[in-house]
Each structure stands twice: as C-alpha cells, then as structure tokens.
C-alpha cells in the first residue's frame, strides 16, 4: 500500500496561511490521484481539494475555493496545499488520501474512492 506522510499543519490566527505536504512512498505504484481530506471534532470527514498527477485536473469544495490552492511535484511524490484566509471552520484534522485509480471530477470529490491514508496532520485557525 501506499505510505502517505503529511506535514505543515500547526496553529494560525485567521487570515492567516499554512502550507501542508503529503508525501507518498515511491515503492508503489504512481496514485493517479491524490487529495486532501478533512475532519473536524464531532463532524465526518469531508472532502476538501483532490488533483490529477498531471496537475490539470482539480477539485475544490465550495468552502475553500479560491483559498486553497493544490499543486503536485512528481518528482518528489508529493502534493502540496496552500492554504490562505483560513477561518476557524476550517480547524481540523487534515488527511492526505490517494487512489490509484484517474478518477473523474465527478468522483475525486467521494471519500470512497481513495484507498491509501495518512495519519493526520493538525490545523487550527483561532485567535
């Protein structure tokens, strides 16, 4: 399976910017795609960013487009989330997930489709 490994999270004032990595393992298989999950306290985890590896095709949640910007680097493996005018509701645990399958935009938005996880990084957005 593949290991995932995200980082960057941490504690910001709103308005405030975070960048998140995900890094995935190179002994498997190329994830066509890669996303970001998130979940806050009490609530199910939602989908929040996913991309293509060719890095044309995106898919946002209404609550963060336009704030949120994903990018993938190949060659490293990784995914990146940029994340600006974070908001208290944006507080949660952030997974980075990934599907070996070239999912659709249609379906890159459903948790189901993803097969490998991360452990979870923290952010939270307060004063």
């Known amino acids: 399976q593949v290991q995932l490994v995200e980082s960057g999270g941490g504690l910001v004032q709103p308005g405030g910017s975070l960048r998140l990595s995900c890094a995935a393992s190179?002994?498997?298989?190329?994830?066509?795609?890669m996303g970001w999950f998130r979940q806050a306290p009490g609530k199910d985890r939602e989908f929040v960013v996913a991309i293509r590896r060719n890095g044309g095709t995106t898919a946002y949640a209404d609550s963060v487009k336009y704030r949120f910007t994903i990018s993938r680097d190949n060659a490293k493996n990784t995914i990146n989330l940029q994340m600006n005018d974070l908001r208290p509701e944006d507080t949660a645990v952030y997974y980075c997930?990934?599907?070996?399958?070239?999912?659709?935009?249609?379906?890159?938005?459903?948790?189901?489709?993803?097969?490998?996880w991360g452990q979870g990084t923290q952010v939270t957005v307060a004063s």
């Open positions: 190179e002994r498997t298989s190329s994830s066509c795609v």
């Open positions: 997930a990934a599907s070996a399958r070239c999912l659709i935009l249609s379906t890159m938005r459903r948790i189901g489709e993803y097969d490998d």
